[in-house]
Nanobody, 125 residues
Framework: QVQLVESGGGLVQAGGSLRLSCAASGRTFSSYTMGWFRQAPGKEREFVAAVSWSGGSTYYTDSVKGRFNISRDNAKITRVYLEMNGQKPEETAVYFC?????????????????WGQGTQVTVSS
């Protein structure tokens, strides 16, 4: 059974930092692109960051470049991390971990077949 389990969300003040984690199990995720998406109330789910199967390539939405960092660890199970710095109130959202089979990194949510349940991140002003 495939499971993506996020953790690390919470309340942070503007300008602060949080580190999200995602543990992927149920199959070998070392051949999967992993991504983070977020969805704010009343808004569509949007791409935040993605990392290639090897961790060698990373992609970010423009608004988080230079502040967020995505990484992965393909040890016994695959773990994906999203380090978020300099957070802004408008980044308050539920953050989702997602997995896509294949070597090509895609940025659209419909490309991802596996999703976690999400973790709430609230940035106070």
């Amino acid at each position: 059974q495939v499971q993506l389990v996020e953790s690390g969300g919470g309340l942070v003040q503007a300008g602060g930092s949080l580190r999200l984690s995602c543990a992927a199990s149920g199959r070998t995720f070392s051949s999967y692109t992993m991504g983070w998406f977020r969805q704010a109330p009343g808004k569509e789910r949007e791409f935040v960051a993605a990392v290639s199967w090897s961790g060698g390539s990373t992609y970010y939405t423009d608004s988080v470049k230079g502040r967020f960092n995505i990484s992965r660890d393909n040890a016994k199970i695959t773990r994906v991390y999203l380090e978020m710095n300099g957070q802004k109130p408008e980044e308050t959202a539920v953050y989702f971990c997602a997995a896509r089979y294949g070597l090509r990194v895609e940025l659209e949510s419909y490309e991802y077949g596996y999703w976690g349940q999400g973790t709430q991140v609230t940035v106070s002003s």
